[in-house]
């Protein structure tokens, strides 16, 4: 959801957008919300970066449920959120998607496309 400019806009006035990244050897997964898992070094995940100060970090901690839900982890000098006590595997809410694709689009990215290629394989996504 993080990767939407208009939800960072709301959440976090004062984060920036910095442009596309890639984080590479994990794969993106739901478990009703967005999670990463370490994957083999080939795999990657394509989205987006912002710059964010203290006040935006603590917000959004508060929306993640960090340190409950998520944990903050660094991958190539880049913060990310990963779920801490991953859940089983399930399927996110059609709105929730949308705001995922809508971001993919807002780093230029083509949503659909760049959803299933950060995907793991066999992750259901209707």
């Not at 999670?35 to 710059?51: M, R, T, Y």
């Not at 859940?87 to 809410?93: D, S, V």
């Given at each position: 959801m993080n990767l939407n400019h208009a939800h960072m806009r709301d959440a976090c006035p004062t984060?920036?957008?910095i442009g596309p990244?890639?984080?590479q050897g994990?794969?993106?997964v739901f478990r009703y919300y967005a999670?990463?898992?370490?994957?083999?070094?080939?795999?990657?995940?394509?989205?987006?970066?912002?710059?964010i100060d203290a006040s935006a970090e603590m917000q959004l901690d508060?929306?993640?449920g960090y340190p409950f839900l998520y944990e903050k982890i660094e991958i190539d000098g880049m913060m990310v959120y990963q779920m801490t006590e991953p859940?089983?595997?399930?399927?996110?809410?059609r709105?929730?998607?949308e705001v995922i694709k809508e971001g993919l689009a807002n780093f230029g990215y083509a949503p659909e496309e760049t959803l299933r290629k950060n995907l793991v394989a066999g992750m259901p996504i209707e």
């Open positions: 984060a920036r957008p990244r890639t984080i994990y794969r993106l999670d990463i898992v370490s994957s083999s070094p080939e795999a990657s995940i394509l989205g987006g970066c912002w710059k508060r929306i993640e859940a089983r595997l399930e399927e996110p809410a709105w929730y998607l």
